[in-house]
C-alpha cells in the first residue's frame, strides 16, 4: 500500500473537475498503469495524436502528458454525429520518490503511448539473504 | 439501456438514423450511449458520422487495436464495426494499479443516412482511429437542377 501512496497514481487537478472549464476543450486519456519490480508501466489511450505532437514533460514531481488532437473531419465536411472530443489530450500522474525522473522511455503505437518509468535504485525490491 | 436498432426504422436526416442513442437530445446523457450495439461486446467505441458531397464518413475510436483485429459489414443500410482488443499488454510479473483502458470484444453498429456503393467502401486504421470512406450511391447524391 505504501508503494502505491508512493507510486505514480494520483488523480490531476483536472480529472477532478477543479479548473477544467477555465482550459481550452481537453480530453483525459483512459490510462493503464501497472508496476514490476524495476519499473512503473503507464499506456494513455490517445487515439488520432500525432507522434511529433505529444510531449511528456516532468514538471515539480508531476509527469504531464499532452498533445493536441488533429482535426478528423475533412475541410468542408458537414458532422452528422460527434462523440469523439476535439481539442487536446492531457493528463498529470505525481510521483513519487522512487521514481528515476531521467530514465522515462515513451513509445506511441496503435493511438496508445506507453511510458516506462524505471525505478530508482533505492526502491527497487531487494531480496536479502540470509546468513 | 440497450436501444436496439430495429427501434429507429424511421428516418430522420439528423439524429434518428444512430444507433445507440436514442430520438431526443437529451439521450445524448443518458447511460444508453454507452451501451454495446450487440450483446456480447465489453464496449462500444465511440465515433464521428460526417459527410460530404460524395461520401460519409464514419471515423471511430480504436486504440490499441491491431488492423487484423477489426471487422467491418455492412448490410441494408447498417454499417457494423466489430472486433477485439487484446486484453492485457502487461507481463506476467507486473501488479495493476489502474485500470482505465476497454478491452475485450467491442462492436457498434451505424444506421448510415444515404445508400452507399457497398463495392467502394474503404477503410484505414492509423494511431488507433478507424476511418471508414463510403461513397454516396448515385441517387443519394446532390444534383443540381437547372432551370430552362
Same mark, same amino acid.
Do not use: C, W
Given at each position: 500500500?505504501?508503494?502505491?501512496?508512493?507510486?505514480?497514481?494520483?488523480?490531476?487537478?483536472?480529472?477532478?473537475?477543479?479548473?477544467?472549464?477555465?482550459?481550452?476543450?481537453?480530453?483525459? =486519456?483512459?490510462?493503464?498503469?501497472?508496476?514490476? !519490480?524495476? @519499473?512503473? $508501466?503507464?499506456?494513455?489511450?490517445?487515439? /488520432? %495524436?500525432?507522434?511529433?505532437?505529444?510531449?511528456?514533460?516532468?514538471?515539480?514531481?508531476?509527469?504531464?502528458?499532452?498533445? =493536441?488532437?488533429?482535426?478528423?473531419?475533412?475541410? !468542408?465536411? @458537414?458532422? $452528422?454525429?460527434?462523440?469523439?472530443?476535439? /481539442? %487536446?489530450?492531457?493528463?498529470?500522474?505525481?510521483?513519487?520518490?522512487?521514481?528515476?525522473?531521467?530514465?522515462?522511455?515513451?513509445?506511441?503505437?496503435?493511438?496508445?503511448?506507453?511510458?516506462?518509468?524505471?525505478?530508482?535504485?533505492?526502491?527497487?525490491?531487494?531480496?536479502?539473504?540470509?546468513? | 439501456?440497450?436501444?436496439?436498432?430495429?427501434?429507429?426504422?424511421?428516418?430522420?436526416?439528423?439524429?434518428?438514423?444512430?444507433?445507440?442513442?436514442?430520438?431526443?437530445?437529451?439521450?445524448?446523457?443518458?447511460?444508453?450511449?454507452?451501451?454495446?450495439?450487440?450483446?456480447?461486446?465489453?464496449?462500444?467505441?465511440?465515433?464521428?458520422?460526417?459527410?460530404?458531397?460524395?461520401?460519409?464518413?464514419?471515423?471511430?475510436?480504436?486504440?490499441?487495436?491491431?488492423?487484423?483485429?477489426?471487422?467491418?459489414?455492412?448490410?441494408?443500410?447498417?454499417?457494423?464495426?466489430?472486433?477485439?482488443?487484446?486484453?492485457?499488454?502487461?507481463?506476467?510479473?507486473?501488479?495493476?494499479?489502474?485500470?482505465?483502458?476497454?478491452?475485450?470484444?467491442?462492436?457498434?453498429?451505424?444506421?448510415?443516412?444515404?445508400?452507399?456503393?457497398?463495392?467502394?467502401?474503404?477503410?484505414?486504421?492509423?494511431?488507433?482511429?478507424?476511418?471508414?470512406?463510403?461513397?454516396?450511391?448515385?441517387?443519394?447524391?446532390?444534383?443540381?437542377?437547372?432551370?430552362?
Amino acid at each position: 500500500m505504501t508503494q502505491l501512496n508512493n507510486a505514480v497514481v494520483k488523480k490531476s487537478e483536472a480529472e477532478s473537475g477543479q479548473g477544467a472549464f477555465l482550459r481550452a476543450p481537453m480530453s483525459i =486519456p483512459a490510462s493503464d498503469v501497472s508496476e514490476t !519490480g524495476e @519499473a512503473y $508501466l503507464l499506456h494513455l489511450d490517445m487515439p /488520432g %495524436a500525432q507522434k511529433e505532437a505529444i510531449s511528456v514533460t516532468v514538471v515539480d514531481g508531476m509527469l504531464v502528458v499532452r498533445a =493536441p488532437m488533429t482535426p478528423i473531419h475533412g475541410e !468542408g465536411a @458537414a458532422v $452528422l454525429y460527434r462523440e469523439i472530443r476535439t /481539442g %487536446a489530450y492531457e493528463r498529470r500522474f505525481t510521483l513519487g520518490e522512487g521514481i528515476d525522473r531521467n530514465n522515462v522511455d515513451a513509445r506511441y503505437e496503435n493511438g496508445v503511448l506507453a511510458l516506462r518509468l524505471l525505478k530508482s535504485e533505492a526502491s527497487k525490491p531487494k531480496e536479502i539473504v540470509i546468513r | 439501456m440497450l436501444v436496439r436498432f430495429e427501434e429507429h426504422q424511421s428516418f430522420d436526416p439528423l439524429i434518428g438514423q444512430l444507433l445507440g442513442f436514442g430520438r431526443d437530445v437529451d439521450s445524448l446523457y443518458d447511460s444508453s450511449f454507452e451501451s454495446p450495439a450487440v450483446e456480447d461486446a465489453a464496449f462500444a467505441p465511440h465515433l464521428d458520422v460526417s459527410e460530404n458531397k460524395e461520401e460519409v464518413v464514419v471515423v471511430a475510436e480504436l486504440p490499441g487495436v491491431k488492423k487484423e483485429e477489426v471487422k467491418i459489414s455492412l448490410e441494408k443500410g447498417v454499417l457494423t464495426i466489430k472486433g477485439k482488443r487484446e486484453e492485457d499488454t502487461t507481463s506476467g510479473d507486473a501488479r495493476g494499479l489502474l485500470r482505465e483502458q476497454r478491452r475485450g470484444k467491442f462492436a457498434r453498429m451505424v444506421r448510415l443516412p444515404y445508400e452507399v456503393d457497398a463495392a467502394k467502401v474503404s477503410a484505414e486504421l492509423s494511431d488507433g482511429l478507424l476511418r471508414i470512406v463510403l461513397p454516396k450511391a448515385e441517387a443519394a447524391r446532390a444534383h443540381e437542377i437547372t432551370v430552362r
